[in-house]
Nanobody
Framework: QVQLVESGGGLVQAGGSLRLSCAAS????????MGWFRQAPGKEREFVAA?????????DYAESVNGRVTITGDNAKNTVYLQMNNMKPEDTDVYYC??????????????????WGPGTQFTLAS
């Protein structure tokens, strides 16, 4: 099975950019459909973006971030990235990377994903 570790979170100014990384180990991320989610305290985990790369590359984005976020994968580094631009206060959350066993279909529901990283915190500077 795959192990996932997120990095790249931190403090960013409003309107700024940030790139989150999800390093996979144990198996290649291309063996899975990959997703990014976020969660604020007391709220449900929310879909942000998803990617599959085996066969035709397919991506999906939540409407709240569409146009500001890009999900990509680097096979050589076995890492999935989430590039975030024009950050807003509502983007402040803990961000999680996840892997879904059914690699050919990306999904938006957290319970569709079997493997999760520990998360990385992103905060917008006031």
């Amino acid at each position: 099975q795959v192990q996932l570790v997120e990095s790249g979170g931190g403090l960013v100014q409003a309107g700024g950019s940030l790139r989150l990384s999800c390093a996979a180990s144990g198996r290649t991320f291309s063996s899975y459909a990959m997703g990014w989610f976020r969660q604020a305290p007391g709220k449900e985990r929310e879909f942000v973006a998803a990617l599959k790369t085996r066969g035709a590359t397919t991506t999906d984005y939540a409407e709240s971030v569409n146009g500001r976020v890009t999900i990509t994968g680097d096979n050589a580094k076995n890492t999935v990235y989430l590039q975030m631009n024009n950050m807003k206060p509502e983007d402040t959350d803990v961000y999680y990377c996840a892997a879904r066993n059914i690699y050919y279909a990306i999904r938006r529901r957290p319970n569709e994903y079997a493997y999760w990283g520990p998360g990385t915190q992103f905060t917008l500077a006031s």
